[in-house]
């Protein structure tokens, strides 16, 4: 059985599908602070008795032991994660002790379960402003805000844990993750949201904000950020290959999870008025404080040790994410 903690959430739930979809059985462990119980019944729904959730927090390690002695769990797949880098620079406490502390218990509940194989959902955060682009695995990590380095900290800890314990890892360094289920039953489903793709699209229904595109004085070629989105469902994929390799004796391991190719906030932009067939307002507004210019993926080494070849465009991702935000209005305005 594979333990999916934060499965209520976003990408968690989508990786959750796969998995189910696959034949795996899964449990996931959320405690809905972010995630939703919708999105539960979802999965509930698509299994054939193959999933289990529970309503539990990392931070309590009675219900960690609990679950790890009920089930049979061969592996471990960790999302559950506050992931707002703006909140994270207000309240690093949040942060730090949810996401840091969190998975400590985790770990601990692995090691006393004798379950040692763990893929964990890091960032591209972990590697702070850029020195160099596209950015490979060795590019250094400096971590510019609390979320980032929450995560980048876990990294180590599961280097130590490894060493120590023989605990087995791969770290997942996520880019710009877009788009929803291509089934439309799930989606980017985040209150309040932050990301760009969305809140694009969320601005073409009645009664929503206007889009607001932060900084066109950038030094790219339309003056608006670049960053490489790649599609939640190639990104699960990586995720169910890293299954594979730690099971096939692969070692303690980290790797991106990206294109390698870039596109601005405008070349979204006009991507989504494409597919929604609709002239999108938009607000220029200045700078969001801590955008890096340029943040592109070398995601060689993914293709070369997991055997990952992401396929989906970024106008798959805009389309199926566009069908979900479709849906979700439908359920929120009836
Ligand atoms: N943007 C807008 N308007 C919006 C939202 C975003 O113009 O309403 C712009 C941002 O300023 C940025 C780009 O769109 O230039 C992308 O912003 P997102 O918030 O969608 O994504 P980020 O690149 O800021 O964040 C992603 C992940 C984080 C991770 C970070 C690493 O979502 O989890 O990359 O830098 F920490």
């Not at 990206?258 to 507004?285: H, W």
């Not at 995601?299 to 479709?326: F, G, M, R, V």
């Amino acid at each position: 059985m594979i333990l999916v903690t934060g499965g209520a959430g976003y990408i968690g739930s989508h990786c959750a599908l796969a998995l189910i979809e696959q034949g795996f059985d899964v449990t996931v462990f959320d405690n809905l602070s972010t995630g939703h119980l919708k999105t539960i019944e979802t999965l509930k729904n698509i299994s054939q008795n193959n999933f289990e959730f529970v309503n539990g927090d990392l931070l309590n390690s009675e219900e960690l032991d609990k679950t790890f002695d009920s089930g049979n769990i061969d592996a471990v797949i960790h999302f559950a994660a506050f992931s707002q880098v703006g909140e994270s620079v207000k309240d690093p406490a949040k942060y730090y002790r949810n996401n840091i502390c969190g998975t400590l218990n985790l770990l601990d509940a692995m090691r006393k379960y004798n379950v040692d194989k763990i893929v964990f959902s890091s960032t591209a955060a972990t590697y702070g402003e850029p020195v160099r682009i596209p950015i490979d695995e060795t590019h250094p990590q400096n971590p510019i805000n609390p979320y980032g380095f929450s995560k980048l900290a876990i990294e180590k800890i599961m280097d130590d844990y490894d060493r120590a314990y023989n605990i087995k890892s791969v770290r997942l360094r996520y880019f710009n993750v877009a788009g929803a289920d291509a089934k439309s039953r799930l989606g980017e489903w985040h209150d309040p949201e932050t990301h760009l793709i969305p809140n694009i699209l969320k601005s073409t229904f009645a009664n929503s904000k206007t889009f607001r595109m932060f900084g066109t004085d950038y030094d790219t070629k339309d003056g608006t950020c670049v960053r490489d989105y790649i599609n939640i469902e190639d990104l699960v994929q990586a995720h169910l290959l890293s299954l594979e390799y730690l099971n096939n004796g692969g070692k303690t391991d980290f790797f991106n999870l990206g294109t390698k190719s870039g596109n601005t906030v405008r070349e979204v932009f006009a991507l989504c008025e494409k597919v929604t067939g609709k002239d999108i307002s938009v607000e220029t507004k200045p700078r969001r404080e801590g955008d890096p210019a340029l943040l592109v993926a070398d995601n060689t080494k993914a293709k070369e040790i997991l055997n990952w070849h992401p396929e989906k465009t970024l106008e798959d991702s805009i389309k199926s994410a566009y069908q979900w935000e479709k849906n979700l209005q439908e359920q929120i305005n009836g």
